[in-house]
């Protein structure tokens, strides 16, 4: 997706080989770019049928929220923390996450994945997939079919892509980058 | 909000005294509605000059990145959680958060606030007001003009709106809730 690859030469940062796209991602929000990610969204999955999208918090749930205008349908966002407002009956998934360095538990509320649903994964970034594989988890568990993974940045120098591809699940990454050599990033 | 409080009467459930709304706010969420609530926000500030919205994570993010299409200004949102992708040139304040008994630290990149910027704080829930006004100590912190606060629910049982109120602070909730007796919610 050109103007997403554009926008992120223009204004993501790489600061020990992490790409930073806060400025317009997922600390400070451009909604403009954030729609238009979504009618990609949308333009990459016309074929299939979705019910729901399924996110997970935090960095997930803007883009799953305007990309769902375009589908017409709700989202639902898993849940990291703890929650006195959050019911007791919940499918979990344990999830490591190398950002954090430690392992956390998503959650998602049973009510909310009804057997049979067609779902959506959207999130921000694919790396080692770890969160897309918990998110998967738990549709298996919900017996939910799982329609495909859209995702705008994928680290296509780590092994998430590829694996998850390999299991025959269909991943529509709207900009693939490679490895920052000297602080500079190339799209594969 | 008629629509708003309808939706909270057929969908919401009490439980132990505390009102959930997961259903169609802040687990699951219905976009149409929050396209109508992203609407309702617009109206009430209509006069006023928006640049910016902040909100919290995680169930301010949706709303508010709906409601800043209305706005047509960027989104940033505080951090609760520790990230290796975020600045370390933050804005930071400390909230306690009673339905997770712990005190927690939001954090703001400086980057994304601009001295002399006027921004609308939008969240889901006013209870005790604490959220808000860590908000509102990194705005000052910024030199940022707060141009009011849009809550979806207030809890007028709790003390957070008369206090913010009392500071000349302008609160415009959507539907203001009473003290639920018996598992009823009743607005005031």
Known sequence: MKLL???I?????????????????NHQIDVKLLNEIGKEFKE????KKVDKILTIETSGI???VIAAQYFHVPVVFARKTESKTMDK????????????EKNYTIKVSKKFLNEGENVLLIDD???????????????????VNLVGVGIVIEKGFQEGGKVLRDKGILI???????????GKIKFM
């Open 172 to 182: 529509e990454s709207l900009a693939i980058i490679d490895k920052p050599v000297d």
């Open 5 to 7: 690859k554009d926008r």
């Open 44 to 47: 990459r999955f016309k074929d």
């Open 89 to 100: 009956d919940l499918y979990e998934s344990t999830v490591y996450s190398y950002t954090k």
């Open 62 to 64: 803007a883009i799953a």
């Open 9 to 25: 030469l223009q204004d993501g940062t790489v600061e020990e080989d992490i790409l930073k796209v806060g400025s317009f991602l």
């Open 125 to 143: 970034f694919l790396a080692r997939g770890r969160a897309i594989e918990g998110l998967i988890d738990i549709l298996k568990q919900a017996n």
